[in-house]
């Protein structure tokens, strides 16, 4: 079904840019909109099946754990690893950390259907923020500013501990 709606959306578009392409001046507006309705309606199922994909019990129930696994996965590096510096630390963080905060930003959609809105804004603010600190400290690292690495190293902690919290307060 999903592959017939991209087809309905390809085909819409296609049809639509040749209506468009007939004459020089004239738009041949009947084909238009057949066309476009074709496209429109080809993206509400693609939308529709994608809603219900994600709402499914085996996904949500996958990704449930795939946010636990991964949010434990990060404090726990971020707490037991004895902080390097300059390459190491880079090398560190792409190896270490940046598989599971890929996996945890891959599946916190799921948050909103299984804790709802104001819980994933809530840990995806602490998590996001964690984020954002643990990019700073490659740059920080990369520019040779070996304290302000360490500095914001320890406020990503604060933040994904944070985030882990909250999300094992709903689970």
Known sequence: MKKLAHIMIASGFL???YATSLHGEQVDWTLFAISAFISAAGVMIAKRLDSADA???SVLKTNRAELNESIGNIVTELKETTYASGEQLRDWIDEQLRPDLRR???ARESMVHL???QVYAD?????ATG????????????????DEAATYLEKAVGQFVEAQTQLSNVA
Do not use: C, K, P, Q
């Open 55 to 57: 709402r499914s019990e």
């Open 131 to 146: 984020e954002r600190y643990i990019n700073r400290v490659w740059s920080a690292s990369a520019d040779g500013y070996e």
């Open 115 to 117: 804790y709802g809105l």
């Open 15 to 17: 049809g639509a840019a």
């Open 104 to 106: 945890f930003a891959d």
């Open 123 to 127: 840990i995806m603010s602490n998590f």
